[in-house]
Nanobody, 122 residues
Framework: QVQLVESGGGLVQAGGSLRLSCAAS????????MAWFRQAPEKAREFVAA????????YYADSVKGRFTISRDNAKNTVYLQMNSLKPEDTAVYYC???????????????WGQGTQVTVSS
């Protein structure tokens, strides 16, 4: 079992930055692929970024590539999402997820956090 708790969301102006954190419980954190998804109002949840268990491989949605960076610290059981050059269209609830495989689909992930709101004003 893995429990995930996100933090770091908030209100920021366009062009600004935020860093999201996801703290995980459980001794097997380092064996999981970790990912960030987001869901805007009345839209489906979508993949943002993922990182392999070792941190050696990262994957990004085209819409955030070059602006967002995913990283992890296995000693702290934490995964991060550094978000720069934020745009109003990045406004969404951001969810942390843990899974066995690196995939871009929601169904590939077994554990989810409760989400943190990110709002980007124009």
């Amino acid at each position: 079992q893995v429990q995930l708790v996100e933090s770091g969301g908030g209100l920021v102006q366009a062009g600004g930055s935020l860093r999201l954190s996801c703290a995980a419980s459980g001794r097997t954190f380092s064996s999981y692929t970790m990912a960030w998804f987001r869901q805007a109002p009345e839209k489906a949840r979508e993949f943002v970024a993922a990182i392999s268990w070792s941190g050696g491989s990262t994957y990004y949605a085209d819409s955030v590539k070059g602006r967002f960076t995913i990283s992890r610290d296995n000693a702290k059981n934490t995964v991060y999402l550094q978000m720069n050059s934020l745009k109003p269209e990045d406004t969404a609830v951001y969810y942390c997820a843990a899974g066995q495989y690196t995939r871009v689909v929601v169904t590939a992930y077994d554990y989810w956090g409760q989400g943190t709101q990110v709002t980007v004003s124009s």
